[in-house]
Structure formats: C-alpha cells, structure tokens
C-alpha cells in the first residue's frame, strides 16, 4: 500500500471511527394519541432537518399486540416499543410493514431482537424491494449526500467560530447542536441490519389478536408497488400507512391510477378513524376524498394536455390557474405555509411527472437507484 493510499485508509479509518462514537442527542419521547381505545398512535420528532419518521401503530388485543411500522432507526424504534411498554406488557407478535420507505421499517431489528416469535409481515412486492433495490436507493444518501451535508455544516460552524461576534457564537452553537443530530442519525441509519418480513401477503390477510380482528389489505400498486394497509372493521378505523398522509401525501414514485383506485376502495369503507402515515389522526374520510379529488383532477389534466401534444410544465400552469384544483389545494394544506410547499413538491410536481409517465407506458415496479 502506497504512503498515500494508507493516509487515505486511516482518514477513513477516523472518520468512520467519529461517526461510530456519535453521542445521542437528546430527543423527546414519542408523542401517544389512543384516538380508540387499545388503538395508539406513536409520532417522533424529526431528525433535524435531514429526516423524519413515519407513525408507528401499536393495537392491543387479548393475545398480544400488534405494531404497524416501525420507524426510520433502530434509536426510535426502541423509543416507541418503551412507550407500548408502559401500555401493555404483553408481548409484540406481529409488526406488519407498509411500504418499503426506510422512515416506516428501518426500526424492525428492535422488534425482532426483543420478540424472537415476532411475525413479520409484508406485501410480497414490499419484501422483494427490501431484500435489495431498497437498500441501494438509500446508498447514495448515506455515501455522498449526508456526508456532503455534513461537511458543509462543519464548515459553517468552523466559518462562525472564526469571527468573533456574541452573535456568531450564538449561530455556532446552534449549528453545532445541528450537527450533531445529522451525525448521529447518519450514524444511525449506517448501522441498520435491514430486517426482513418472514411471512408475506398478496390481498388479504387477518389477524385475530384476541378479541379484535385486524386485516392486512393491498388492493393496487399506490404509493408504491406493494402498499399494505390495516382495516379494522369492528372500531372501521383504517390504519392507512403513505397512502395518505397528513395534510399532504409524498407522491414520490407513486403509480398514479393505482393510487386514485386505492383511495377509492378506503372511502367505500367508510372508516370513522383514519391513521395517516405521518401526521395527525383524523376522523371521517373528508380527507381521503379530497386528496383523491385531487389527484383525478391533476391525471385528467395530464390526458388532456398531453392529447394537446403538451407536456408537464403546461399541464402545471392550466392547474394553477384551475379554481376547483385552488379550492381542493386550499382546503388540503389548509393554507399553512411548510404544506403549501410540499404540496407543490409532491402533489403537483411528482404526481404530475409519474401522471405522465403512466400516460406514455406502464409504469414497472422498481425503484430508480438515483433521485
Ligand atoms: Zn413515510
């Protein structure tokens, strides 16, 4: 080994060996809701500015429980499962995935470790993306992104340190506390073991709990190719992972037909509790069927223009200017400003891009490993 490729191995060597020794930065608990009762509800606080969980949902029956997502990291996973603990002390037997976006499974190790006959569950198509195309989307994240972001952060805490304003300080040591929070989840998400589901499911699955009956449904590829999504039909409270979120979904790689039926089958339910997959709890469908408007307003917008021989940016600005799309808009973000701006990200932008990629051929079921 050259003298410079051994300077480049024992800088690596240290910097991995900074990342491994991160301290925890003081996070709150999980905050509980229980909008039914043995139904509770589980939300974390972001990580910084660089990531956030999805909810995670534990239902009690007589038998034991059962958990629905298990967080981004294993740290908040393990900060939720304290929270069940002061709840029940019956063991966790199923924790069911719905969908394979890190911020909902990346906890699963947890569960798996705590409860060895914990039932793992998944939509077949979920699992095949975890065995793999998952892992590889979140590569460059945590190869190149996180580091680069982290980098720059350094050099601004070390720019503030520089001068020498009360000010700057001030700034430096809130940067610092910064850093440490996108070390640590980089550090995180870094020692995941990706925990895989040991039984999978097509449709339909139930799960009788002991005095409660839960079904594991998937009706078509949504969100993802293979979302999954709980109904309990004696409390009809519909537990709905992303494929609603609240106020505004991430459309992402979303299949744009799929998704509009999907939300279509979850009103016909009729559920009186709805648990989105970030968010607050909501009661009554009034949700769902705005977004679904919203979403066939937005595809029949696409058919039209692209019949035009017209693409996405003109599609964009004749629904901009679209007095029932504003109307639908308004009452989803509810005017707030941080919803207005991920609606136009994802509800607009995304949606409208994977509404055209459906429109010119089908849309397959992998996961570009680039953003
Ligand atoms: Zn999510």
Redesign the pocket.
Known sequence: MSILALAVASLLACAQSQITTESRPSRPAPTHAEPLPGIHVFSTAPYGDVG???NSIAIVGDDGILVF?SN?TPDAAQAVLSEIRKISRAPVRYLVH??W?W??WYGAEVYAREFPGLTLIAHEKTRELMAGPAIEFNRPGLERDLPAHIAAVEKAVADRRADSGAADQKDAAALERHLAMDRWFLQQKRGVHPTLPNLTFRDRLTIHLGGRSVEVRHEERAITPGDAYLWLPAEKALVA??LL?YPVT?ALFCYPSGWIATLRKLEALRPDVVIP??GATLRGSEHLALTRELLERELAAARETKAAGEGQEPCKKRLLGDPKFCELRKKITGGDASAEATFELYLVDWFLSRAFAELEAPLDDGIPTER
């Open positions: 956030l969980d999805g997502d981004g719905s969908h976006h911020d909902h992972g992303d979120i991430f997959g970030h």
